[in-house]
């Protein structure tokens, strides 16, 4: 059981939009930022958001994020096929001194 | 160019131990904390430990406290995770990860991974 709730599946579209929710409690998405990153099969996570909304350099403007209270939220827009993998939330918990992942979204671009 | 590369496992009896290694180049490795964060066969990512950049605040998941421990070795560019009294529960690929700061989980660059199995 993860500390942070993600969906398990998404599906949507070629070119459609989706989001992906991240949620949890004040001690960790409550007072800290969030980070957001992209499994593709066979790979190592890639960083695709940190502190909540920013971009690393290459990261394509389809994917965005924010944060409201306890919870965060990945969207992608413009769908395509190569954006299939699994998409992991990711914070601090300063109560449990702990870092924490949500439970991990399979999107699917069907 | 960042690169994280780990080595290290392999095969591992219950109740052995294991060290595993990670080189890092192309950045200024005393000047970032690093961590490693594990994901068990189809399963989700774990946080493992956290390290700062002068090896001074060490952070550990309960699931490994008291049986792993995180260091680092600044002027070799290295970061280390000594694993003892190995569970089948501990069967994961073991990634290094550099932290763009401490106490918050943003990792902005990963190593490919190194598998660590339960021999049994």
């Known amino acids: 059981q993860s500390v942070l709730t993600q969906p398990p599946s998404v599906s949507a579209a070629p070119g459609q939009k989706v989001t992906i929710s991240c949620s949890g409690s004040?001690?960790?998405?409550?007072?800290?930022?969030v980070s957001w990153y992209q499994q593709l099969p066979g790979t190592a996570p890639k960083l695709l958001i940190y502190?909540?909304?920013k971009r690393p350099s290459g990261i394509p403007d389809r994917f965005s994020g924010s944060k409201s209270g306890t919870s965060a939220t990945l969207g992608i827009t413009g769908l395509q096929t190569g954006d299939e993998a699994d998409y992991y939330c990711?914070?601090?918990?300063?109560?449990?001194?702990?870092?924490?992942f949500g439970g991990g979204t399979k999107l699917t671009v069907l | 160019e960042v690169q994280l590369v780990e080595f290290g496992g392999g095969l591992v009896k219950p109740g052995g131990s294991l060290r595993l290694s990670c080189a890092a180049s192309?950045?200024?490795?005393?000047?970032?904390?690093m961590n490693w964060v594990r994901q068990a066969p189809g399963k989700g990512l774990e946080w493992v430990s956290s390290?700062?950049?002068?090896?001074?605040?060490?952070y550990y998941a309960d699931s490994v406290k008291g049986r792993f421990t995180i260091s680092r070795d600044n002027p070799k560019n290295s970061l280390y995770l000594q694993m003892n009294s190995l569970r089948a529960e501990d069967t994961a690929v073991y990634y290094c990860?550099?932290?763009?700061?401490?106490?918050?989980?943003?990792?902005?660059?990963w190593g490919q991974g190194t598998l660590v199995t339960d021999s049994s």
């Open positions: 502190e909540n909304n």
């Open positions: 004040s001690s960790n998405i409550g007072n800290k930022y």
């Open positions: 990860a550099r932290g763009l700061a401490w106490e918050l989980l943003h990792l902005d660059y």
């Open positions: 990711g914070t601090w918990d300063s109560s449990l001194s702990v870092g924490v």
């Open positions: 390290i700062s950049s002068s090896g001074s605040y060490i």
């Open positions: 192309g950045f200024t490795f005393s000047s970032y904390s």
